[in-house]
């Protein structure tokens, strides 16, 4: 990435470097920089490619992520942010890209750049994963939780407290288990899907079942709380 960390502008304009084998591919032009603060808009903060290599996109000083084609260096979409944007992530189908920005984590849809989700941490958030299947993401903080997001109901599902300042995390492939990486050098791996209806339950809708429900699901067995309210 390109640009003056002192605030001044670069060459008159921003600039944005992919590179491969030490040699420039393509060079993405951004706005001016501003004449009354040159410290506001000549500053990237962070860049990032989807999945498969086809967007890029990177984040400025003045809370802007732009997001292009990689091959074609056309720009596709850019969204405005109320803060600083720290980390973005694009999801595997490259339908939606998160940003990061203190305790706030943001889903957009990419074309209609519509916010789909927004999740609340306490703290400043490290980090965000979406599972393999794409309908879930995991969000950990320094506040020392990671919150389990089901991203078309728009619906938390899990919420786990390892210890202070989740730095990392990973769904493992079938999506049924999740792994956190925190402050004291430790990985913990976390159980998500249950392997029958009365332990999945919880996961699934985030309660008890009502007496309806457990003689729909369960059966004749006698009802009884599955839900320990962790």
């Keep these: 990435i390109a640009g003056d960390n002192k605030g001044k502008p670069n060459e008159s304009f921003l600039k944005q470097i992919i590179a491969s084998n030490g040699k420039i591919n393509k060079i993405f032009k951004l706005a001016m920089p501003d004449k009354n603060d040159p410290q506001k ?9 989807s999945t498969d290599g086809s967007r890029f996109s990177i984040a400025t000083r003045d809370n802007i992520a732009y997001i292009w084609n990689a091959k074609s260096g056309k720009k596709l979409k850019q969204f405005k942010s109320q803060s600083l944007i720290e980390h ?15 305790p706030y984590v943001r889903l957009y849809d990419i074309k209609t750049g519509k916010v789909l989700l927004e999740i609340t941490h306490n703290d400043r958030i490290f980090t965000a994963v979406f599972s393999v299947s794409n309908n879930l993401i995991a969000t950990g903080s320094q506040d020392g939780t990671v919150r389990v997001f089901d991203i078309s ?6 919420r786990l407290a390892p210890q202070k300042n989740i730095y990392s995390l990973s769904f493992s492939p079938d999506g049924k288990n999740i792994a956190a990486t925190h402050q004291n050098n430790n990985a913990l791996v976390y159980k998500l899907v249950y392997d029958n ?17 457990w003689h729909k699901y369960i059966g004749d067995e006698t009802y009884k709380e599955l839900c320990n309210n962790e």
């Design 41 to 49: 808009s000549a500053i990237v903060t962070n860049g990032v490619f």
């Design 88 to 102: 973005m992530v694009f999801r595997n189908d490259n339908r939606i890209i998160v940003l990061m920005t203190g």
């Design 153 to 158: 109901a728009s619906r938390e599902i899990k």
């Design 197 to 213: 209806i009365e332990e999945n339950a919880c996961w699934n809708i985030g309660r008890n079942f009502t007496l309806e429900e």
